[in-house]
Nanobody, 125 residues
Framework: QVQLVESGGGLVQAGGSLRLSCAAS????????MGWFRQAPGKEREFVAG????????SYAEPVKARFTISRDNSKNMVYLQMNSLKPEDTAVYYC??????????????????WGQGTQVTVSS
């Protein structure tokens, strides 16, 4: 069992930056693929970024490419999402997720086994 706790959300003006953090429990964190997803009001949860178990590969949704960066520190059981040049359309609840298979970075929600409670990101225009 893995518990995930997100932090770092908040209110920011368009063009600003935020860094989300996700703290994971458990000794097998390094074997999981980790992902960030987001869900805006009235919309389905969508993939934002993912990173493979040993940070060998990353994947990004097209709307956030070149603006967001995912990283992980397996020694601290942490995964991060650096968000730059934020836009109002980035407003959503952001979720951290863990995929036990760890074999590749999936963009599909149901692939992930564990989820955090989410952190709100609001970007004002």
């Amino acid at each position: 069992q893995v518990q995930l706790v997100e932090s770092g959300g908040g209110l920011v003006q368009a063009g600003g930056s935020l860094r989300l953090s996700c703290a994971a429990s458990g000794r097998t964190f390094s074997t999981y693929t980790m992902g960030w997803f987001r869900q805006a009001p009235g919309k389905e949860r969508e993939f934002v970024a993912g990173i493979s178990r040993y940070a060998g590969s990353t994947s990004y949704a097209e709307p956030v490419k070149a603006r967001f960066t995912i990283s992980r520190d397996n020694s601290k059981n942490m995964v991060y999402l650096q968000m730059n040049s934020l836009k109002p359309e980035d407003t959503a609840v952001y979720y951290c997720a863990a995929d036990r298979s760890g074999s590749y970075v999936s963009t599909i929600t149901r692939t992930y086994d564990y989820w955090g409670q989410g952190t709100q990101v609001t970007v004002s225009s």
